[in-house]
Structure formats: structure tokens, C-alpha cells
DNA sequence: CCGTATCCACGCAGATACTG
DNA sequence: CAGTATCTGCGTGGATACGG
């Protein structure tokens, strides 16, 4: 995990310092769904570059927050999943996850109309 | 309230447009403990330039989470403050504030150590 | 006191090509 | 397949000065 000295004002910071940001969220959410190899999360999230992609997940392995598995095969394989760790922000970004999808719902009338569709998932 | 046509991937998203950033939380977060003046926040968040600031209420005030009062005096006095849509924010940004302290002891042992400490606020 | 305008530098992130 | 390197642009946000 992160050692950096740094001042925080507030838990909020320091949270979102771990989970805030473009992707984060996204990565998390997919990952809480299950381990999932590189390609998969850069095909689940198409709009993020490799480079980002592999940007979020290192620093959410920093925070403890992911592990990342190599498998000595050719070709390679790394896979992705929640540590258990990990696993203690899902309550906490369930209950953000459920503010937000009303929060769309307040806004556009329909959540549906604003939010993807993901095949075999349901929301937050 | 914002009307812009967007896809979200996940509620994650949605509420992280609301509240991420590097700004948003703090601000919330003064703001929940009571009604404040420009300046006031720009005191207790000094780092943040009165630009961004500005922005910053801006963006909750148009999200509908915060409402703008003007009065008509010399010298101007205006004030902010969380509407009632803005407070269904106030348990979700708890829990979350929550998760972050717990993450600062996990991290660096003693939360105290890297929390500023505000006179007369607790935590979260 | 509150807010805006202008200028500008820095860093973030995209595209692309490359290695193991 | 996974990940890195380089190069570049564009936006974000800081500093400063000004206006209502």
C-alpha cells in the first residue's frame, strides 16, 4: 500500500484518492464481478486505453485494493481480481453505486435511458 | 439540474460527476457541517484558489446540491448551503468518509497523523 | 466582498509503435 | 497477450489583475 506522506482533510479525500478519478469506479465495478483477465476489462471498457487500463489497476494494487496474478504461459496471462481488502469498499461504493443510478433517474427521468447495458449484469 | 445527454457505465460514474474530483468532497464536507460564506470556505479549504472554488459550487449548485443565497448588502454576502436533495448525499458520504479514515489507519497506522484536524469538527 | 477575465505552464492522457 | 516508451495536444487549473 501507498506509504506517501500526505494531508488529507478528510476521509472523503483519502477515499477518493483510492477510488475516485475517470476509471476507478468503472474498474472496480467489473472486478467486483468477478476475476477478469487484462483483455477482458479493455473489452468490457472500450473507451479506456491500455495504457490507463494498466495505469488504474496499478495503483489500485498499491492501495491494496486488487492483486494481480501472472501465469508463467506463453502467450502470457494476468489476471485481476479484489483482495479481500478489496472487498470491504463494496458496501461502500454499492450504497455511492445506488445514489447515483437515482441520482440519474432524478435527472433524465429514466435511468435506462442514460445508463449501458451489460449483458449479464445488473446494476451497482 | 444538469440536462446533458451522457452514457454512464455504472451509478459509480453518475455519482462520481457529482462528488469526485479532487475538490468536491472537501466542499461537501464543510458544507454539511453548516451554511458558509465564499470566503469562510476559502479559508477552511485554503489551498483552493477562489477560482476553483467558484467552480466547484457552480458544478453542485447546477447537480442541485447546493443552493446559493445572495444578499443584497454593501459589502455583497453570499452563502451556500446543502439543499434537501443535497443532504440525501450526507449518509452515503459518511460511510464513505468512514471507509477512507479506516483505509488512513490500515495505511499509515494512525489516521491522526495525516488528517488535518479542524477546531470544532469530528470526523466524517 | 464576490466573482470573472486573461494569460500561461504543467501534467494527463491519446495514438502509435515497440519489446518480452 | 501483456505491458512499456515516446511523442504530442489539449485541457485544467494556478497566478494575477480587474469589475460590480
Known amino acids: 500500500m501507498s506509504k506517501l506522506k500526505k494531508k488529507y482533510r478528510s476521509g472523503i479525500e483519502a ?10 469506479g468503472i474498474v472496480y465495478y ?22 490507463m487500463l494498466v495505469k488504474q489497476l496499478r495503483e489500485l494494487e498499491r492501495d ?3 492483486e494481480r496474478t501472472v ?3 506463453v502467450p ?9 481488502y478489496g472487498q470491504s469498499l463494496k458496501p461502500v461504493l454499492n450504497t455511492f453505486c445506488e ?3 437515482s441520482h440519474l433517474e432524478q435527472v433524465y427521468g429514466d435511468k435506462n435511458h442514460v445508463l449501458d447495458q451489460f449483458s449479464d449484469l445488473n446494476h451497482c
Chains 1, 2 share one sequence.
Not at 472486478?31 to 486505453?49: A, F, M, V
Not at 502470457?76 to 479481500?84: A, G, I, K, M, S
Open 99 to 101: 445514489w447515483g443510478e
Open 64 to 66: 491494496g485494493i486488487v
Open 71 to 73: 501465469y508463467a504461459e
Open 15 to 24: 477515499a477518493l484518492e483510492v477510488i475516485g478519478g475517470k476509471w476507478k
Open 30 to 51: 467489473h472486478l467486483s464481478h468477478g476475476k477478469k483477465r487484462t483483455q477482458e476489462l479493455n473489452r468490457l471498457i472500450p473507451t479506456i486505453t491500455r495504457k
Open 76 to 84: 502470457p496471462r494476468v489476471e485481476y481480481e479484489l483482495t479481500d
